[in-house]
Protein backbone atom coordinates (compact mmCIF):
# COMPACT_ATOMS: atom_id res chain seq x y z
CA UNK A 1 0.00 0.00 0.00
CA UNK A 2 1.25 3.46 -0.58
CA UNK A 3 -0.44 6.32 0.58
CA UNK A 4 0.32 10.42 -0.29
CA UNK A 5 -0.78 12.83 2.51
CA UNK A 6 -0.71 16.74 1.04
CA UNK A 7 -0.81 19.51 3.53
CA UNK A 8 -0.14 23.22 3.88
CA UNK A 9 -3.45 24.82 2.34
CA UNK A 10 -5.21 27.09 3.25
CA UNK A 11 -6.95 30.59 2.67
CA UNK A 12 -4.33 33.28 1.72
CA UNK A 13 -4.21 37.30 0.31
CA UNK A 14 -3.62 37.99 -2.91
CA UNK A 15 0.06 38.37 -3.12
CA UNK A 16 0.77 35.92 -0.44
CA UNK A 17 2.26 32.78 -0.10
CA UNK A 18 1.62 29.60 0.75
CA UNK A 19 4.01 26.08 0.94
CA UNK A 20 2.42 22.58 0.45
CA UNK A 21 4.16 19.60 1.29
CA UNK A 22 3.04 15.61 0.11
CA UNK A 23 5.02 12.57 1.63
CA UNK A 24 4.51 9.36 0.63
CA UNK A 25 4.81 6.60 2.15
CA UNK A 26 4.53 2.63 2.72
CA UNK A 27 6.16 -0.26 0.29
CA UNK A 28 8.00 1.89 -1.98
CA UNK A 29 11.06 1.29 -3.82
CA UNK A 30 12.10 4.07 -5.85
CA UNK A 31 9.73 7.79 -6.84
CA UNK A 32 10.60 8.92 -10.02
CA UNK A 33 8.46 11.98 -10.99
CA UNK A 34 6.63 13.56 -8.32
CA UNK A 35 3.85 16.12 -9.49
CA UNK A 36 1.38 18.71 -8.59
CA UNK A 37 -1.96 18.99 -9.96
CA UNK A 38 -4.72 21.52 -9.08
CA UNK A 39 -8.40 21.32 -9.94
CA UNK A 40 -11.23 24.61 -9.89
CA UNK A 41 -14.48 23.69 -10.22
CA UNK A 42 -15.94 23.20 -13.46
CA UNK A 43 -12.39 22.65 -14.88
CA UNK A 44 -10.16 19.84 -15.72
CA UNK A 45 -7.21 19.26 -13.23
CA UNK A 46 -3.97 20.31 -14.85
CA UNK A 47 -0.54 19.87 -14.20
CA UNK A 48 0.98 22.97 -12.22
CA UNK A 49 4.46 21.63 -11.59
CA UNK A 50 6.74 18.28 -12.20
CA UNK A 51 10.01 17.37 -10.78
CA UNK A 52 11.41 14.04 -12.00
CA UNK A 53 14.48 12.03 -9.94
CA UNK A 54 16.88 13.51 -11.98
CA UNK A 55 16.24 16.39 -14.56
CA UNK A 56 14.79 19.48 -14.96
CA UNK A 57 11.52 20.55 -13.26
CA UNK A 58 8.49 21.72 -15.49
CA UNK A 59 5.98 24.78 -14.60
CA UNK A 60 2.60 25.69 -16.20
CA UNK A 61 2.74 29.32 -17.78
CA UNK A 62 0.68 30.39 -15.15
CA UNK A 63 2.58 29.71 -12.58
CA UNK A 64 6.37 29.76 -14.00
CA UNK A 65 8.37 32.70 -11.90
CA UNK A 66 6.23 32.13 -8.65
CA UNK A 67 5.64 28.92 -7.81
CA UNK A 68 8.89 26.71 -6.97
CA UNK A 69 8.62 22.32 -7.15
CA UNK A 70 11.31 20.71 -4.76
CA UNK A 71 11.79 17.09 -3.30
CA UNK A 72 13.83 15.84 -0.26
CA UNK A 73 14.41 11.94 -1.51
CA UNK A 74 15.37 10.94 1.40
CA UNK A 75 11.85 11.80 3.44
CA UNK A 76 10.02 10.87 -0.22
CA UNK A 77 8.78 14.12 0.17
CA UNK A 78 7.65 16.82 -2.72
CA UNK A 79 7.29 20.43 -1.95
CA UNK A 80 5.29 23.62 -3.42
CA UNK A 81 6.58 27.12 -2.91
CA UNK A 82 3.71 28.92 -3.99
CA UNK A 83 4.41 32.90 -4.22
CA UNK A 84 2.59 35.98 -5.34
CA UNK A 85 -0.46 33.85 -4.95
CA UNK A 86 -3.81 35.57 -7.03
CA UNK A 87 -7.48 34.55 -6.66
CA UNK A 88 -6.84 32.31 -10.63
CA UNK A 89 -4.73 29.93 -7.91
CA UNK A 90 -7.55 29.34 -6.27
CA UNK A 91 -8.03 25.51 -6.48
CA UNK A 92 -7.71 22.42 -5.09
CA UNK A 93 -4.30 20.64 -5.31
CA UNK A 94 -3.37 17.07 -5.90
CA UNK A 95 -0.13 15.55 -5.42
CA UNK A 96 0.60 12.78 -7.58
CA UNK A 97 3.79 10.65 -7.52
CA UNK A 98 5.04 7.81 -10.78
CA UNK A 99 6.35 5.30 -8.41
CA UNK A 100 7.69 1.80 -8.28
CA UNK A 101 5.81 -0.72 -5.52
CA UNK A 102 8.20 -2.99 -3.99
CA UNK A 103 7.77 -6.59 -5.46
CA UNK A 104 6.14 -5.18 -8.80
CA UNK A 105 7.68 -4.57 -12.12
CA UNK A 106 6.45 -1.77 -13.28
CA UNK A 107 5.82 2.09 -12.22
CA UNK A 108 2.63 2.85 -11.08
CA UNK A 109 0.94 6.48 -10.54
CA UNK A 110 -0.40 7.24 -7.09
CA UNK A 111 -2.54 10.08 -6.02
CA UNK A 112 -2.77 12.47 -3.22
CA UNK A 113 -6.45 13.31 -1.28
CA UNK A 114 -6.10 16.84 -2.46
CA UNK A 115 -5.53 20.17 -0.39
CA UNK A 116 -7.67 23.33 -0.78
CA UNK A 117 -5.98 26.74 -1.53
CA UNK A 118 -8.07 29.70 -1.79
CA UNK A 119 -5.97 32.82 -2.34
CA UNK A 120 -9.09 35.78 -1.63
CA UNK A 121 -9.09 39.02 0.32
Known amino acids: QVQLVESGGGLVQPGGSLRLSCAAS????????MNWYRQSPGKQRELVAA???????NYADSVKGRFTISRDNAKNTVYLQMNSLKPEDTATYYC???????????????WGQGTQVTVSS
Open 96 to 110: NAILLVEGRSSATSH
Open 26 to 33: GSIRSIYT
Open 51 to 57: IPSTGRT
